[in-house]
């Protein structure tokens, strides 16, 4: 089955083994993540010359050379003096493109912190980022580090996206911050899964006020984490990643709908 939101760059010219100056080098921080000092200056610590590779740089139309992947071993390059460095130069990519480069280049290895996952996925315009930034602004929330106005579970809440599409996440914020306002609790990841599970699965035939309602009487958000986290890891005894925490959730929240209906009109797990 194919991926509904892929990562595709339009055909262009791609150079190997380009040698380029290390200090005509250039980062636009829109389209790269964070630099890590520490980092950098243990790869110059330790530097091998022969050992660091081939960087990958866009080659922009106004002769530019900017950075897509080699970021730290360019910094550290600086800090240890040497002088080029070879690379595989894309040529006429826009900022757009160079921010899906630098996704594609980075997916299986040394993949970037998730926030800045998402922040060059906006600045590249890929439809997953922006669906998810919609529902989030729909619902006057931000990425960002966890709090009563911003979502940290980037992961989790690019999973519901994904797999349910934004109008699923939307529904999902929304009845988080109805069943429990808007805490730091109420944006955790697994809650947020578990409910975008629920209504992916279910929404068709679930009110969004009621089960807000049920899943709020029920508990406070940070006893709800607490909850799933003991009934997840059964005391140590068995998985305990985010998936199974996810169907955990997922599986108090069918219960909580479930209590006290008619048979006929319970939803079956």
């Not at 922040?119 to 006057?140: K, M, W, Y």
């Not at 009845?175 to 805490?183: C, I, K, L, P, Q």
């Not at 009621?210 to 899943?215: M, P, S, T, V």
């Not at 709020?216 to 006893?223: E, I, N, Q, T, V």
Request: charged residues 25%; neutral net charge.
């Amino acid at each position: 089955m194919p991926k509904k939101y892929p990562y595709q760059l339009p055909q262009h010219r791609v150079v190997h083994g380009v040698s380029i100056p290390v200090e005509e080098l250039k980062i636009d921080d829109k389209a790269q993540r964070t630099l890590n000092e520490p980092r950098a200056m243990g790869i110059a610590k330790n530097m091998v010359p022969e050992a660091l590779g081939t960087i990958v740089v866009s080659q922009r139309a106004n002769g530019d050379r900017y950075i897509v992947d080699g970021m730290h071993r360019w910094h550290a390059a600086k800090l240890s003096g040497i002088s080029t460095l070879v690379a595989e130069a894309h040529h006429d990519l826009d900022l757009m493109e160079e921010a899906v480069l630098f996704l594609i280049k980075n997916r299986e290895s040394s993949k970037p912190r998730p926030l800045d996952e998402y922040r060059i996925g906006l600045t590249a315009g890929l439809p997953l980022f922006v669906d998810t930034e919609s529902a989030l602004v729909a619902r006057n929330l931000s990425m960002g580090s966890s709090g009563t106005n911003t979502v940290g579970a980037v992961a989790g809440v690019l999973r519901i996206t994904d797999q349910y599409g934004p109008e699923i996440l939307e529904r999902t914020l929304k009845v988080a911050e109805t069943a429990w306002g808007r805490t730091k609790d109420t944006w955790d990841g697994m809650l947020l899964g578990g409910i975008g599970m629920f209504l992916g699965r279910h929404g068709d035939h679930v009110d969004d006020d009621a089960l807000a309602e049920k899943i709020g009487k029920k508990d406070p958000a940070f006893r709800w984490r607490a909850n799933i986290t003991a009934l997840a890891s059964a005391g140590g005894t068995q998985h305990s990643g985010t998936g199974s925490r996810v169907s955990t959730c997922y599986q108090l929240i069918l219960s909580e709908w479930n209590k006290g209906k008619r048979a006929e009109n319970r939803i079956a797990a």
